[in-house]
């Protein structure tokens, strides 16, 4: 059965990351060291050469494509955008500690939304329509290996809730530049909503590119990732 391969990456570094602050939706550019790592990692792992690549229209991802995967057709694809954190966007966890929306905001939860942001269901259900347009464009026009240039949260949610084998969201934690590898099939992706999961991105030292990286573990699973991930 053909098989699509897809590559998730997260964006480089911006200077809200660098100051630990919320910048879902807020569009700041890579800073200048994001930047540089970014070209210094693609230099070291010797990125494949993808057939198109799907990314966030936020400035972030749209400059981390054009270091990471330069010359290759890219797609904006306005549903990766990361999580709306609405009031708390643009401020550190040190500056909302004595808010108590912020308070109830930590205790996680599918349905609690920061004040005027997105639920983590919000989310995933534009994560699912992001998906379903992106692999129907792959199917349509016959490409097998793509790249989706996105944000921490997105990659997060994605892979927890449509990623076999089930796992917590903690593992789906990854650096500037950095992300995973999956493999969808028509099949599972129609009967079932989901792909599989065959490895980190880039390999680490002695891996192949795919090579599957999880310790299965069903039982760690939960479908809450507030606790994980603390914005982008």
């Known amino acids: 059965m053909k098989g699509y391969r897809i590559t998730f ?24 060291e994001g930047a540089d790592e970014l070209y210094d990692r693609a230099e070291q792992a010797g990125y494949p050469e993808f057939q198109k690549v799907y990314v966030s229209p936020l400035k972030r991802c749209v400059q981390t494509a ?5 010359n290759i057709p890219t797609s904006e694809v ?8 609405g009031d708390f966007e643009g401020k550190t966890p040190d500056e909302l500690k004595n808010d108590p929306a912020y308070a ?9 939304a920061p004040p005027n942001g997105e639920s983590a269901r919000q989310v995933a259900s534009r994560c699912y329509k992001a998906l379903s347009l992106i692999i129907g464009d792959m199917m349509e ?30 593992a789906y934690t990854c650096g500037f530049g ?10 599972l992706w129609q009967r079932s ?19 599957y990286f999880i310790d299965l573990d069903d039982d760690e699973y ?11």
């Open 9 to 32: 990456i997260r964006h480089g570094a911006t200077q809200g990351n660098a100051e630990g602050r919320y910048i879902g939706v807020t569009d700041l550019p890579l800073s200048r």
């Open 66 to 70: 054009h270091i990471m995967t330069p």
């Open 78 to 85: 306005v549903e990766l955008v990361e999580m709306d954190f």
């Open 104 to 112: 109830k905001f930590l205790k996680g939860g599918l349905d609690n």
């Open 141 to 170: 026009e016959g490409i097998t290996d793509a790249a989706v240039v996105t944000h921490a949260g997105i990659i997060m949610n994605m892979m927890t809730c449509f990623g076999l084998p089930k796992q917590a969201p903690g």
């Open 178 to 187: 950095c992300g995973f590898e999956v493999l969808v099939t028509a099949q």
């Open 193 to 211: 909503g989901a792909f599989e999961l065959i490895g980190k991105f880039p390999p680490e030292a002695g891996e192949r590119r795919g090579e």
């Open 222 to 232: 939960y479908d809450d990732y507030n606790d994980d991930y603390d914005g982008d």
